[in-house]
């Protein structure tokens, strides 16, 4: 290979395979030619198959790096070439609030990060086009604007830590965005916070400690309370509110709880009693607060339920500011309904300098402490580095908060049943009439396995995308395609049917089934009136099979027509005739009939759209009773 004679600075790459190796690994031969050397340059490195957090461009790059700096070419001249185009590019993901080494470590190995704090919503804005994903704590607002500005592009939203009341989720979703949080790593270091401001509070130390610091000794004015034996309810018994009431049963306390959704098994390993929210107030002497902010929550602690607790309560909230309404609550202080609180969160952070509850004396705050340990913020940064990691690779993400991601090996195995599912539902919205508004959709899935062994969400996600797309300006993806559906008032099931078939592939067939729809085609309506169609994978390429009663043979590549004809010789002929005429290529014709001589349905697929006076001729045909053009 000659060198360009240009002036200009280029890298010119040539990739080879050599499959001299083991099934786990392949060598590849790398040689490329650079214009300030007509000595080509050449190296080898091996691919092996194992789960590797480095892609095979962060590989090629290296690899090119390494040879240029043992090469006798000047490297200087030519960093930026190593930006090859050859590649797939580096995801590139922005970290907007300070996250742990460790995690940045973990992102570095796999994309391009670009850590950029204190940004303004515009500057997100602004930004967030030119991102695969981001990263953030409590601080970044995570709104539908940053969603708009993203156009797409924007994979995946990792908030590292619990809460998510800071990401739209709705927007998300409807962008196709998946967020994932980082909910393990600082849940002890939480529970440790609410039980330190519990004992705290009690003991008034922050105010005792404050009074000497001021040169007093007021001994008899900071009398506490004790904690055993006194009640605390524990309001969310999840992660955090849990490891709070082993700990509080540990000091000798009796722990109740209130959570709709907590199993009571659960409750009842630790000890613990749940009850309903109201009890929950009324026999409390402590609260803790570990329920997420949501629209159901926000402010639900307010004058109304501060008038249902007992006389002197005392408060501590380690979970999320907006659950507390704040003004009610300096009133129930300023009353005696609420004897003290202990506060890590607020509605608006930080907090006014002047806030009346902030300054209140019998009000103990932090600054949203509760993950802050060494420990925690390492670990969150590492859970959150790999969830995101792994939903910008595909994988199935345990934190995933709007939508789970189908595992990559299962992606793989599904991979052409993906395309099948997609193509059926566009062919299947094409069969329906113009003035037909689709409601109900069905799905069957014909497998030899195990029905629960079989991961249907992407295939539902695909026929939705198939159905939806063509007539909509949605964009529909696993992550919003329930969403999509359920906002257009489409309802779809599903069911499994085991298959005499082999195990070896996961699916045999899908049908899809429209109800209470008319059909532009009477052939793909079922004898139960509904539009069914069905498809299969045959070496790897998606086929259709039947429509209505009809059982096709028909590759779903390019564009279809489909007419429906009186079984008679000569009919593939006259119609081919008529599209070679048309310069309109044929790359297969099949026909499917019901008994000889009777009805038939000729599949034909076509490289280009035919004109409308080649389908004019085709529908003037005698014998051809009806057709439908589909693009495929």
Request: glycine share 8%.
């Amino acid at each position: 290979m000659a060198a360009s004679s240009s002036s200009s600075s280029s890298i010119k790459p040539i990739f080879t395979t050599r499959s001299k190796s083991s099934n786990s690994s392949k060598s590849y031969l790398l040689s490329f030619l650079h214009n300030t050397n007509p000595k080509p340059i050449s190296l080898k490195f091996s691919s092996h198959n194992s789960n590797h957090t480095t892609p095979p461009s962060f590989t090629i790059r290296n690899s090119l790096q390494t040879a240029l700096e043992t090469s006798e070419l000047p490297v200087s001249k030519f960093q930026d070439d190593l930006n090859l185009q050859a590649v797939t590019p580096k995801p590139t993901i922005l970290v907007s609030e300070k996250l742990g080494e460790a995690g940045l470590a973990i992102l570095r190995s796999f994309g391009n990060v670009e850590c950029l704090y204190d940004l303004s919503p515009e500057a997100l804005c602004e930004k967030i086009s030119q991102c695969d994903a981001l990263i953030v704590r409590s601080g970044t607002k995570v709104t539908r604007s940053v969603f708009e500005a993203a156009n797409g592009k924007l994979k995946v939203v990792g908030r590292a830590g619990v809460g998510i009341d800071n990401v739209d989720l709705q927007a998300a979703t409807e962008f196709g965005c998946l967020v994932v949080n980082a909910p393990i790593a600082n849940t002890v270091a939480a529970a440790e916070h609410g039980i330190a401001l519990l004992a705290s509070m009690a003991r008034n130390v922050s105010q005792a400690d404050a009074s000497i610091k001021a040169g007093k000794w007021l001994r008899s004015k900071y009398v506490g309370v004790s904690l055993v034996g006194k009640t605390l309810a524990v309001m969310g018994f999840g992660k955090v509110g849990s490891e709070v009431a082993r700990r509080a049963k540990g000091l000798g306390m009796n722990v109740i709880a209130h959570d709709p959704y907590a199993p009571a098994d659960k409750a009842r390993a630790v000890g613990v009693e749940l009850v309903s929210f109201d009890q929950a107030l009324a026999t409390a002497d402590f609260i803790s607060l570990h329920m997420p902010l949501n629209p159901t929550t926000s402010k639900i602690f307010n004058d109304e339920t501060f008038a249902k607790m007992k006389k002197g309560v005392r408060i501590v909230n380690v979970a999320r500011g907006g659950v507390i309404d704040e003004e009610a609550l300096v009133r129930a202080l300023d009353s005696g309904v609420v004897a003290q609180a202990a506060l890590d969160v607020f509605t608006e952070e930080p907090p006014a300098k002047d806030s009346k509850l902030v300054q209140h004396e019998n009000v103990t705050v932090t600054p949203h402490l509760g993950a802050s340990t060494k420990e925690a913020q390492e670990g969150v940064a590492i859970e959150i580095a790999e969830a995101v990691v792994g939903a910008l690779r595909g994988e199935l993400s345990a934190t995933a908060i709007n939508a789970p991601i189908v595992p990559s090996e299962v992606l793989s195995e599904l991979a052409p049943y993906v395309v099948l599912a997609k193509k059926l539902g566009r062919l299947a919205v094409q069969l329906v009439s113009g003035g037909s508004g689709i409601k109900s959709v069905k799905l069957i899935y014909r497998s030899a396995r195990d029905p629960d062994d079989l991961d249907t969400r992407i295939l539902r996600a695909m026929i939705t995308k198939g159905i939806i797309e063509p007539i909509s300006a949605s964009f529909i993806n696993l992550v919003n395609a329930d969403f999509t559906a359920k906002q257009k008032g489409l309802r779809i099931s599903e069911e499994r049917v085991v298959a005499d078939s082999s195990p070896e592939f996961p699916i045999d067939s899908i049908q899809v089934q429209l109800s209470n729809v008319d059909s532009k085609f009477a052939a793909a309506v079922s004898e139960n009136g509904e539009i069914s169609i069905e498809g299969k994978v045959k070496f790897g390429i998606p086929h259709l099979t039947s429509v209505g009663s009809f059982g096709v043979d028909a590759s779903l590549e390019g564009n279809l027509i489909l007419c429906r004809q009186v079984d008679q010789p000569g009919m593939i002929g006259k119609v081919g005739n008529i599209l070679g005429e048309h310069n309109v290529n044929v790359n297969f014709m099949s026909v499917g009939r019901t008994f000889r001589r009777n009805h038939g349905i000729m599949a034909i697929g076509v490289d280009e759209e035919p004109n409308q006076d080649s389908l004019k001729e085709i529908g003037k045909v005698p014998a051809i009773e009806e057709f439908v053009f589909l693009k495929l």
